[in-house]
Protein backbone atom coordinates (compact mmCIF):
# COMPACT_ATOMS: atom_id res chain seq x y z
CA UNK A 1 0.00 0.00 0.00
CA UNK A 2 1.17 3.03 -0.91
CA UNK A 3 1.87 5.98 1.38
CA UNK A 4 -0.90 8.38 -0.24
CA UNK A 5 -3.02 5.51 0.19
CA UNK A 6 -2.61 5.04 3.87
CA UNK A 7 -2.79 8.27 4.26
CA UNK A 8 -6.27 8.83 3.10
CA UNK A 9 -7.47 5.29 4.85
CA UNK A 10 -6.28 6.71 7.88
CA UNK A 11 -7.68 10.13 7.67
CA UNK A 12 -10.99 8.83 6.62
CA UNK A 13 -11.89 7.54 10.05
CA UNK A 14 -11.63 8.98 13.04
CA UNK A 15 -8.71 9.71 14.67
CA UNK A 16 -7.99 7.47 18.09
CA UNK A 17 -4.88 7.51 19.80
CA UNK A 18 -3.27 5.15 22.38
CA UNK A 19 -4.14 8.55 24.50
CA UNK A 20 -7.00 10.27 24.61
CA UNK A 21 -7.16 13.33 22.38
CA UNK A 22 -7.51 15.93 24.88
CA UNK A 23 -4.53 14.24 26.96
CA UNK A 24 -1.92 17.21 28.25
CA UNK A 25 1.13 16.09 27.97
CA UNK A 26 3.09 19.27 29.17
CA UNK A 27 2.40 21.63 31.76
CA UNK A 28 4.05 25.10 31.39
CA UNK A 29 2.37 26.51 34.24
CA UNK A 30 5.17 25.79 36.64
CA UNK A 31 7.89 27.28 34.17
CA UNK A 32 6.29 30.49 34.21
CA UNK A 33 5.63 31.03 37.65
CA UNK A 34 9.49 29.68 38.28
CA UNK A 35 10.59 32.45 35.38
CA UNK A 36 8.54 34.92 37.49
CA UNK A 37 9.62 34.08 40.58
CA UNK A 38 14.03 34.41 39.58
CA UNK A 39 12.81 37.11 37.42
CA UNK A 40 11.56 39.00 40.81
CA UNK A 41 14.80 37.91 42.54
CA UNK A 42 17.03 38.99 39.95
CA UNK A 43 15.51 42.46 39.50
CA UNK A 44 14.61 42.68 42.83
CA UNK A 45 18.55 42.27 43.54
CA UNK A 46 19.35 44.63 40.57
CA UNK A 47 17.15 47.53 42.35
CA UNK A 48 18.76 46.88 46.01
CA UNK A 49 22.40 47.31 44.00
CA UNK A 50 21.10 50.42 42.64
CA UNK A 51 19.87 51.83 46.16
CA UNK A 52 22.29 50.62 48.09
CA UNK A 53 25.46 49.87 46.55
CA UNK A 54 27.41 53.26 46.22
CA UNK A 55 26.00 54.55 49.40
CA UNK A 56 26.59 51.39 51.81
CA UNK A 57 28.91 49.76 49.65
CA UNK A 58 32.26 51.17 49.37
CA UNK A 59 34.17 50.48 52.39
CA UNK A 60 33.59 46.79 53.95
CA UNK A 61 34.76 48.45 57.38
CA UNK A 62 31.69 50.93 57.87
CA UNK A 63 29.02 49.14 60.21
CA UNK A 64 26.31 50.15 57.28
CA UNK A 65 27.89 47.67 55.23
CA UNK A 66 27.14 45.17 57.46
CA UNK A 67 24.03 46.30 57.97
CA UNK A 68 23.00 46.58 53.96
CA UNK A 69 25.77 44.32 52.33
CA UNK A 70 27.05 41.52 54.76
CA UNK A 71 23.65 40.30 56.22
CA UNK A 72 22.43 39.63 52.72
CA UNK A 73 25.01 37.41 52.08
CA UNK A 74 24.37 35.71 55.69
CA UNK A 75 20.76 35.72 54.57
CA UNK A 76 20.79 35.11 50.73
CA UNK A 77 23.41 31.53 51.26
CA UNK A 78 21.16 29.66 53.59
CA UNK A 79 18.04 29.99 52.05
CA UNK A 80 18.98 29.39 48.77
CA UNK A 81 21.18 26.24 49.61
CA UNK A 82 18.10 25.70 52.33
CA UNK A 83 15.35 25.74 49.47
CA UNK A 84 17.85 23.33 47.46
CA UNK A 85 18.45 20.86 49.31
CA UNK A 86 14.19 20.97 50.37
CA UNK A 87 13.79 20.73 46.27
CA UNK A 88 16.62 18.14 46.12
CA UNK A 89 15.38 15.90 48.82
CA UNK A 90 11.90 16.10 47.49
CA UNK A 91 12.90 14.77 44.29
CA UNK A 92 14.51 11.72 45.83
CA UNK A 93 12.17 11.00 48.25
CA UNK A 94 9.18 11.16 45.45
CA UNK A 95 11.30 9.33 43.33
CA UNK A 96 10.02 6.37 40.73
CA UNK A 97 10.97 3.13 42.24
CA UNK A 98 9.83 1.08 39.54
CA UNK A 99 10.55 2.82 36.41
CA UNK A 100 10.39 -0.44 34.45
CA UNK A 101 6.60 -0.06 34.34
CA UNK A 102 6.45 3.38 33.08
CA UNK A 103 4.06 3.82 30.24
CA UNK A 104 4.76 5.86 27.19
CA UNK A 105 2.66 8.89 28.21
CA UNK A 106 4.07 8.90 31.70
CA UNK A 107 7.45 8.72 30.15
CA UNK A 108 6.45 11.39 27.68
CA UNK A 109 5.35 13.68 30.22
CA UNK A 110 8.15 13.38 32.34
CA UNK A 111 10.55 14.46 29.26
CA UNK A 112 8.35 17.39 28.93
CA UNK A 113 8.74 18.05 32.74
CA UNK A 114 12.79 17.77 32.26
CA UNK A 115 12.47 20.20 29.45
CA UNK A 116 10.83 22.93 31.72
CA UNK A 117 13.69 22.32 33.91
CA UNK A 118 16.08 23.15 31.38
CA UNK A 119 14.17 26.17 30.58
CA UNK A 120 14.50 27.23 34.25
CA UNK A 121 17.95 25.90 34.32
CA UNK A 122 19.18 28.32 31.57
CA UNK A 123 16.97 31.10 32.47
CA UNK A 124 18.88 31.53 35.77
CA UNK A 125 22.17 31.07 34.20
CA UNK A 126 21.63 33.78 31.28
CA UNK A 127 21.20 36.11 34.45
CA UNK A 128 24.92 35.88 35.55
CA UNK A 129 26.38 35.16 32.59
CA UNK A 130 24.96 38.36 30.28
CA UNK A 131 23.44 40.66 33.19
CA UNK A 132 25.17 40.24 36.30
CA UNK A 133 28.30 38.91 35.15
CA UNK A 134 29.38 42.37 32.94
CA UNK A 135 27.49 44.48 36.14
CA UNK A 136 30.84 42.85 37.84
CA UNK A 137 33.55 44.13 35.47
CA UNK A 138 31.43 47.69 35.81
CA UNK A 139 31.96 47.66 39.43
CA UNK A 140 35.06 46.75 40.09
CA UNK A 141 36.49 48.83 37.11
CA UNK A 142 35.01 51.78 38.93
CA UNK A 143 35.15 50.61 42.67
CA UNK A 144 38.52 49.79 44.45
CA UNK A 145 37.63 46.90 46.07
CA UNK A 146 38.56 46.35 49.97
CA UNK A 147 37.02 42.51 50.20
CA UNK A 148 36.39 39.69 48.61
CA UNK A 149 32.72 40.17 49.61
CA UNK A 150 31.76 43.62 47.69
CA UNK A 151 28.35 44.55 46.79
CA UNK A 152 28.76 42.95 42.82
CA UNK A 153 30.05 39.84 44.57
CA UNK A 154 27.14 39.29 46.95
CA UNK A 155 24.58 39.72 44.71
CA UNK A 156 26.54 37.72 41.21
CA UNK A 157 28.35 34.76 43.17
CA UNK A 158 26.35 34.66 46.35
CA UNK A 159 22.92 34.92 44.72
CA UNK A 160 22.83 34.18 41.10
CA UNK A 161 25.18 31.62 40.93
CA UNK A 162 23.68 29.52 43.78
CA UNK A 163 20.44 29.97 42.39
CA UNK A 164 21.36 28.12 38.96
CA UNK A 165 23.18 25.71 40.49
CA UNK A 166 19.75 24.76 42.51
CA UNK A 167 18.02 24.62 38.90
CA UNK A 168 21.10 22.85 37.48
CA UNK A 169 21.07 20.02 40.36
CA UNK A 170 17.20 19.52 40.29
CA UNK A 171 17.16 19.04 36.45
CA UNK A 172 20.10 16.22 37.14
CA UNK A 173 18.25 14.34 40.42
CA UNK A 174 14.78 14.53 38.13
CA UNK A 175 16.11 13.08 35.03
CA UNK A 176 17.81 10.62 37.28
CA UNK A 177 15.20 9.54 39.49
CA UNK A 178 12.44 9.48 37.33
CA UNK A 179 13.38 8.70 33.58
CA UNK A 180 14.98 5.65 32.41
CA UNK A 181 17.11 6.56 29.92
CA UNK A 182 19.10 8.75 32.73
CA UNK A 183 18.49 6.52 35.81
CA UNK A 184 20.18 3.23 33.75
CA UNK A 185 22.96 5.39 32.24
CA UNK A 186 24.68 8.63 33.22
CA UNK A 187 24.19 11.34 30.27
CA UNK A 188 27.95 12.54 29.82
CA UNK A 189 26.39 16.07 28.47
CA UNK A 190 23.81 16.51 31.16
CA UNK A 191 26.68 16.28 33.90
CA UNK A 192 28.80 18.36 31.99
CA UNK A 193 25.81 21.21 31.86
CA UNK A 194 25.32 20.75 35.36
CA UNK A 195 28.89 20.15 37.21
CA UNK A 196 30.28 22.40 34.81
CA UNK A 197 28.72 25.98 35.78
CA UNK A 198 28.12 24.68 39.30
CA UNK A 199 32.27 24.39 39.59
CA UNK A 200 32.23 28.28 38.82
CA UNK A 201 31.54 28.56 42.51
CA UNK A 202 34.70 27.04 44.08
CA UNK A 203 36.40 28.64 41.19
CA UNK A 204 35.70 31.56 43.06
CA UNK A 205 38.15 30.42 45.19
CA UNK A 206 41.37 31.10 42.90
CA UNK A 207 39.62 34.43 41.69
CA UNK A 208 39.90 35.70 45.31
CA UNK A 209 42.66 34.23 45.97
CA UNK A 210 44.88 36.28 42.90
CA UNK A 211 42.78 39.21 43.40
CA UNK A 212 43.70 39.28 47.23
CA UNK A 213 47.65 38.96 46.51
CA UNK A 214 48.02 39.45 42.93
CA UNK A 215 46.20 42.41 42.36
CA UNK A 216 42.90 44.41 43.33
CA UNK A 217 42.10 45.74 40.36
CA UNK A 218 39.70 44.40 37.97
CA UNK A 219 41.57 43.07 34.38
CA UNK A 220 38.55 41.18 33.48
CA UNK A 221 40.45 39.51 30.47
CA UNK A 222 43.02 38.45 32.81
CA UNK A 223 44.35 34.39 33.12
CA UNK A 224 42.76 34.77 36.90
CA UNK A 225 39.54 34.79 35.44
CA UNK A 226 39.88 32.20 32.78
CA UNK A 227 38.45 29.40 34.62
CA UNK A 228 34.96 30.91 34.51
CA UNK A 229 34.64 30.76 30.57
CA UNK A 230 36.02 27.33 30.38
CA UNK A 231 33.86 25.80 32.94
CA UNK A 232 31.47 28.16 30.79
CA UNK A 233 32.02 25.96 27.92
CA UNK A 234 30.82 23.17 28.98
CA UNK A 235 27.44 24.73 28.17
CA UNK A 236 27.64 24.05 25.04
CA UNK A 237 27.14 20.29 25.85
CA UNK A 238 23.70 20.83 26.02
CA UNK A 239 23.25 20.60 22.22
CA UNK A 240 24.29 16.66 22.90
CA UNK A 241 21.84 16.93 26.03
CA UNK A 242 18.97 18.17 23.94
CA UNK A 243 19.96 14.97 20.81
CA UNK A 244 19.21 12.47 23.68
CA UNK A 245 16.31 14.49 24.96
CA UNK A 246 14.97 14.10 21.36
CA UNK A 247 15.51 11.06 20.44
CA UNK A 248 13.32 9.96 22.76
CA UNK A 249 10.69 11.88 22.77
CA UNK A 250 11.13 11.56 18.92
CA UNK A 251 9.99 7.85 19.51
CA UNK A 252 7.07 8.43 21.82
CA UNK A 253 5.66 10.59 19.55
CA UNK A 254 5.64 8.00 17.39
CA UNK A 255 4.45 5.00 20.30
CA UNK A 256 1.75 7.42 21.22
CA UNK A 257 0.66 8.33 17.73
CA UNK A 258 -2.68 6.27 15.96
CA UNK A 259 -0.92 5.94 12.74
CA UNK A 260 1.69 4.13 14.08
CA UNK A 261 -0.49 2.24 15.90
CA UNK A 262 -2.51 1.48 12.30
CA UNK A 263 1.07 1.01 10.65
CA UNK A 264 1.97 -2.14 13.51
CA UNK A 265 -1.97 -3.42 12.79
CA UNK A 266 -1.71 -3.71 9.20
CA UNK A 267 2.28 -5.06 9.55
CA UNK A 268 1.34 -8.26 11.17
CA UNK A 269 0.39 -11.59 9.07
CA UNK A 270 -3.34 -12.22 7.10
CA UNK A 271 -4.76 -15.26 9.52
CA UNK B 1 -5.41 20.88 7.98
CA UNK B 2 -4.41 21.37 4.38
CA UNK B 3 -3.72 17.97 2.40
CA UNK B 4 -0.13 18.53 2.57
CA UNK B 5 0.08 18.65 6.70
CA UNK B 6 -1.41 15.63 6.84
CA UNK B 7 1.14 13.87 4.19
CA UNK B 8 3.85 15.32 6.27
CA UNK B 9 2.25 14.00 9.38
CA UNK B 10 1.62 10.66 7.49
CA UNK B 11 5.23 10.59 6.53
CA UNK B 12 6.23 10.81 9.86
CA UNK B 13 4.43 8.54 11.56
CA UNK B 14 2.63 10.90 13.76
CA UNK B 15 -1.20 12.12 14.62
CA UNK B 16 -2.17 15.48 14.82
CA UNK B 17 -2.13 15.29 18.60
CA UNK B 18 1.24 14.07 18.56
CA UNK B 19 2.32 17.08 15.92
CA UNK B 20 1.04 19.52 18.20
CA UNK B 21 3.58 18.04 21.02
CA UNK B 22 6.40 17.87 18.86
CA UNK B 23 5.50 21.45 17.74
CA UNK B 24 5.30 22.83 21.43
CA UNK B 25 8.85 20.99 22.08
CA UNK B 26 10.28 22.73 19.06
CA UNK B 27 8.85 26.30 20.78
CA UNK B 28 10.87 25.12 24.24
CA UNK B 29 13.97 24.01 22.36
CA UNK B 30 14.10 27.61 20.53
CA UNK B 31 13.85 28.92 23.61
CA UNK B 32 16.72 26.90 25.46
CA UNK B 33 18.76 27.72 22.36
CA UNK B 34 18.52 31.38 22.10
CA UNK B 35 19.33 31.53 26.13
CA UNK B 36 22.35 29.02 25.72
CA UNK B 37 23.57 30.98 22.72
CA UNK B 38 23.26 34.16 24.26
CA UNK B 39 24.96 33.49 27.57
CA UNK B 40 28.03 31.30 26.41
CA UNK B 41 29.00 33.59 23.59
CA UNK B 42 28.69 36.20 26.26
CA UNK B 43 30.59 34.54 29.05
CA UNK B 44 33.01 33.54 26.70
CA UNK B 45 33.75 36.78 25.25
CA UNK B 46 33.63 38.74 28.44
CA UNK B 47 36.30 37.08 30.09
CA UNK B 48 38.83 36.70 27.40
CA UNK B 49 37.91 40.01 25.14
CA UNK B 50 35.90 42.10 27.49
CA UNK B 51 38.28 44.77 28.30
CA UNK B 52 39.29 45.87 24.86
CA UNK B 53 35.40 46.74 24.11
CA UNK B 54 34.40 48.14 27.53
CA UNK B 55 35.45 51.33 26.85
CA UNK B 56 35.56 53.70 23.64
CA UNK B 57 39.36 54.63 24.30
CA UNK B 58 40.47 50.91 24.99
CA UNK B 59 39.53 49.97 21.34
CA UNK B 60 42.79 50.42 20.31
CA UNK B 61 44.67 49.24 17.04
CA UNK B 62 46.98 47.01 18.45
CA UNK B 63 44.90 43.95 20.55
CA UNK B 64 41.13 44.90 20.16
CA UNK B 65 41.46 44.12 16.39
CA UNK B 66 43.29 40.98 17.01
CA UNK B 67 41.19 39.58 19.96
CA UNK B 68 38.07 40.26 19.20
CA UNK B 69 37.58 38.25 16.12
CA UNK B 70 39.74 35.73 17.70
CA UNK B 71 37.73 35.36 20.59
CA UNK B 72 34.54 35.42 18.95
CA UNK B 73 34.86 33.32 16.10
CA UNK B 74 35.15 30.44 19.22
CA UNK B 75 31.31 30.66 20.10
CA UNK B 76 30.32 31.25 16.20
CA UNK B 77 32.22 28.08 14.73
CA UNK B 78 30.70 26.37 17.59
CA UNK B 79 26.93 26.90 17.59
CA UNK B 80 27.62 27.13 13.79
CA UNK B 81 28.67 23.25 14.09
CA UNK B 82 25.83 22.49 16.46
CA UNK B 83 23.57 23.80 14.30
CA UNK B 84 24.57 22.76 10.97
CA UNK B 85 25.42 18.72 12.38
CA UNK B 86 21.69 18.58 14.28
CA UNK B 87 19.45 20.71 12.12
CA UNK B 88 21.40 21.37 8.80
CA UNK B 89 20.78 25.14 9.81
CA UNK B 90 23.14 27.74 8.79
CA UNK B 91 22.18 30.05 11.69
CA UNK B 92 24.58 29.46 14.07
CA UNK B 93 27.83 32.56 13.86
CA UNK B 94 24.49 35.25 12.59
CA UNK B 95 22.51 33.62 16.26
CA UNK B 96 25.42 34.58 18.30
CA UNK B 97 26.14 37.73 16.77
CA UNK B 98 22.60 38.89 17.03
CA UNK B 99 22.53 37.54 20.90
CA UNK B 100 25.36 38.73 21.83
CA UNK B 101 24.63 42.05 20.35
CA UNK B 102 21.05 42.08 21.95
CA UNK B 103 23.11 41.03 25.80
CA UNK B 104 25.67 43.59 25.35
CA UNK B 105 23.23 46.27 24.62
CA UNK B 106 21.48 45.83 27.41
CA UNK B 107 24.34 45.46 29.47
CA UNK B 108 25.91 48.57 28.18
CA UNK B 109 22.64 50.50 29.09
CA UNK B 110 21.86 49.26 32.29
CA UNK B 111 25.20 48.43 34.57
CA UNK B 112 28.00 50.81 32.51
CA UNK B 113 25.34 53.42 32.52
CA UNK B 114 22.30 52.53 34.89
CA UNK B 115 25.02 51.45 37.70
CA UNK B 116 28.03 53.17 37.29
CA UNK B 117 26.68 56.03 35.15
CA UNK B 118 29.31 56.38 32.35
CA UNK B 119 28.07 58.08 29.39
CA UNK B 120 27.09 55.06 26.61
CA UNK B 121 29.21 56.98 23.93
CA UNK B 122 31.99 56.02 26.09
CA UNK B 123 30.82 52.28 26.10
CA UNK B 124 30.01 51.68 23.18
CA UNK B 125 30.26 48.00 22.31
CA UNK B 126 31.66 46.45 18.98
CA UNK B 127 30.10 43.98 16.45
CA UNK B 128 30.73 40.98 14.40
CA UNK B 129 27.45 40.72 12.28
CA UNK B 130 29.46 41.34 8.97
CA UNK B 131 31.86 38.31 9.85
CA UNK B 132 28.97 36.37 11.08
CA UNK B 133 27.00 36.90 8.11
CA UNK B 134 29.90 35.92 5.69
CA UNK B 135 30.38 32.68 7.72
CA UNK B 136 26.63 31.46 7.88
CA UNK B 137 26.56 32.64 4.23
CA UNK B 138 29.75 30.35 3.13
CA UNK B 139 28.45 27.20 5.19
CA UNK B 140 25.19 27.42 3.43
CA UNK B 141 26.32 27.74 0.02
CA UNK B 142 29.45 25.54 0.23
CA UNK B 143 28.54 23.28 3.16
CA UNK B 144 31.52 22.46 3.57
CA UNK B 145 33.06 23.04 6.99
CA UNK B 146 36.44 23.13 5.41
CA UNK B 147 35.88 25.64 2.77
CA UNK B 148 34.12 27.92 5.56
CA UNK B 149 36.92 28.05 8.05
CA UNK B 150 39.63 29.18 5.09
CA UNK B 151 37.80 31.51 3.26
CA UNK B 152 35.38 32.43 6.05
CA UNK B 153 38.10 32.54 9.03
CA UNK B 154 39.90 34.67 7.14
CA UNK B 155 36.71 37.09 5.57
CA UNK B 156 35.67 36.89 9.68
CA UNK B 157 39.00 38.96 10.59
CA UNK B 158 39.33 40.82 7.73
CA UNK B 159 35.58 42.68 8.08
CA UNK B 160 35.80 43.44 11.82
CA UNK B 161 37.57 46.68 11.70
CA UNK B 162 35.93 47.81 8.32
CA UNK B 163 32.36 46.88 9.51
CA UNK B 164 32.97 48.69 12.97
CA UNK B 165 34.52 51.58 11.49
CA UNK B 166 31.83 53.84 10.71
CA UNK B 167 30.68 54.11 14.36
CA UNK B 168 34.45 54.17 15.34
CA UNK B 169 35.86 56.99 13.05
CA UNK B 170 33.89 59.96 14.93
CA UNK B 171 36.03 58.89 18.18
CA UNK B 172 39.43 59.28 16.08
CA UNK B 173 38.54 63.21 15.71
CA UNK B 174 41.86 65.01 16.83
CA UNK B 175 41.60 67.02 20.00
CA UNK B 176 43.74 69.41 21.54
CA UNK B 177 44.49 69.10 25.67
CA UNK B 178 46.59 71.11 27.69
CA UNK B 179 48.66 72.26 24.25
CA UNK B 180 48.73 68.05 23.12
CA UNK B 181 46.96 66.55 20.78
CA UNK B 182 44.80 63.03 21.54
CA UNK B 183 41.71 61.93 19.88
CA UNK B 184 38.22 62.23 21.32
CA UNK B 185 38.40 58.86 22.74
CA UNK B 186 41.30 59.56 24.86
CA UNK B 187 39.86 62.61 26.10
CA UNK B 188 36.46 60.60 27.33
CA UNK B 189 38.77 58.00 29.24
CA UNK B 190 40.60 61.22 30.48
CA UNK B 191 37.40 62.54 31.50
CA UNK B 192 35.36 59.43 33.35
CA UNK B 193 38.35 58.12 35.22
CA UNK B 194 38.23 54.03 35.89
CA UNK B 195 39.67 53.94 39.26
CA UNK B 196 39.85 49.81 39.51
CA UNK B 197 41.18 49.30 36.46
CA UNK B 198 45.18 49.51 35.70
CA UNK B 199 46.21 51.87 33.46
CA UNK B 200 48.65 49.43 31.44
CA UNK B 201 45.40 48.25 30.00
CA UNK B 202 44.76 51.41 27.97
CA UNK B 203 48.11 52.79 27.14
CA UNK B 204 49.08 49.13 25.00
CA UNK B 205 50.26 50.41 21.67
CA UNK B 206 53.98 49.82 21.34
CA UNK B 207 55.90 49.39 18.01
CA UNK B 208 57.94 51.67 15.87
CA UNK B 209 56.03 51.15 12.94
CA UNK B 210 53.30 52.67 13.63
CA UNK B 211 54.86 56.15 13.93
CA UNK B 212 55.19 55.70 9.97
CA UNK B 213 50.82 55.42 9.80
CA UNK B 214 48.49 53.35 10.71
CA UNK B 215 49.49 49.79 11.21
CA UNK B 216 45.73 48.34 12.10
CA UNK B 217 45.62 46.05 9.06
CA UNK B 218 48.95 44.48 10.29
CA UNK B 219 46.22 43.55 13.20
CA UNK B 220 43.92 42.88 11.26
CA UNK B 221 45.47 40.21 8.93
CA UNK B 222 47.50 38.57 11.90
CA UNK B 223 43.71 38.04 13.31
CA UNK B 224 42.17 36.73 9.72
CA UNK B 225 45.02 34.15 10.07
CA UNK B 226 44.60 32.80 13.54
CA UNK B 227 40.88 33.11 12.80
CA UNK B 228 41.35 30.23 10.66
CA UNK B 229 42.49 28.04 13.27
CA UNK B 230 40.12 29.10 15.86
CA UNK B 231 37.00 27.92 13.74
CA UNK B 232 38.56 24.45 13.25
CA UNK B 233 39.27 23.76 16.38
CA UNK B 234 35.70 25.04 18.09
CA UNK B 235 34.02 23.83 15.04
CA UNK B 236 35.54 20.56 16.06
CA UNK B 237 34.15 21.31 20.22
CA UNK B 238 31.12 22.16 18.43
CA UNK B 239 30.69 18.66 16.81
CA UNK B 240 31.84 16.79 20.23
CA UNK B 241 29.47 18.89 22.19
CA UNK B 242 26.72 17.19 19.87
CA UNK B 243 27.65 13.54 21.16
CA UNK B 244 24.67 12.04 23.00
CA UNK B 245 27.20 9.68 24.86
CA UNK B 246 25.85 7.59 27.63
CA UNK B 247 27.62 5.86 30.11
CA UNK B 248 26.51 2.76 32.05
CA UNK B 249 25.06 3.08 35.35
CA UNK B 250 26.83 0.35 38.49
CA UNK B 251 24.37 -2.53 39.24
CA UNK B 252 23.06 -1.11 43.10
CA UNK B 253 23.10 2.65 41.71
CA UNK B 254 20.55 1.21 38.84
CA UNK B 255 18.29 -0.28 41.83
CA UNK B 256 18.72 2.81 43.43
CA UNK B 257 17.23 5.27 40.66
CA UNK B 258 14.38 2.66 39.91
CA UNK B 259 15.50 0.24 37.81
CA UNK B 260 14.45 -3.07 39.08
CA UNK B 261 15.15 -4.89 35.69
CA UNK B 262 18.20 -6.40 35.36
CA UNK B 263 18.69 -7.89 31.51
CA UNK B 264 17.12 -4.94 30.01
CA UNK B 265 18.70 -1.89 31.90
CA UNK B 266 22.17 -3.01 30.91
CA UNK B 267 24.95 -1.77 33.03
CA UNK B 268 27.74 -3.33 35.20
CA UNK B 269 26.66 -6.19 37.11
CA UNK B 270 28.82 -6.42 40.60
CA UNK B 271 31.02 -10.03 41.17
CA UNK B 272 28.26 -12.17 43.09
CA UNK B 273 24.89 -10.25 41.77
CA UNK B 274 23.64 -13.59 40.63
CA UNK B 275 24.49 -15.61 43.84
CA UNK B 276 22.63 -13.41 45.58
CA UNK B 277 19.44 -12.82 43.53
CA UNK B 278 19.13 -16.96 42.66
CA UNK B 279 20.16 -17.75 46.23
CA UNK B 280 22.60 -19.99 45.33
CA UNK B 281 25.57 -20.62 47.39
CA UNK B 282 28.92 -21.22 45.65
Not at chain 1, 156 to 172: H, K, N
Not at chain 1, 193 to 206: A, D, K, R
Not at chain 2, 69 to 94: D, E, K
Request: proline share 5%; with cysteine; charged share 15%.
Amino acid sequence: MSISREYSRSTAEPIRGSVDANTKVYNLIPVVLAWGFLLAVYVGLRLYQQAFAFKYGLDSTAPVFETYWMSLFKTEIPLIFGAGFVIWAYLWVTRDRNMDALTPEVELKRYFYLVGWFLIYIFAFVWIAVFFGEGDATWHQTVVRDTALTPSHIVTFYACVPLYMVCGVSSLMYATTRLPAFAKSYSVPLLMVVIGPGLILPNLGFNEWGHAYWFTEEIFSHPLHWGFPVLGWTGLALGGLLVQVMSRMAQLFKQLSPADKARVVRSQPAE
Amino acid sequence: MTKNDAAVLTAAELSPQAAKWSRTFDYMIIVIAAFLVMSVTYLNFLLLAGDWDFFIDFKDREYWVLIYPIVQIMMAAAFQAIFWNLFRLPIGATAAALLFTLGVWIERYQSWGGLSYFPITLVVPGTFFAGALILDGMLCITRSFVVTGLFGGVLFGLTFYPSNWAFLAPYFQPVKLMDSVTSLASLMGYTFARTGTPEYVRLIERGTLRTFGSPVWVSVFFSAFVCIFQYFFWWLVGTLATKATFIPVGYRFKQLYGMKDKVQSGGAKPVGAEIKTTGVVA
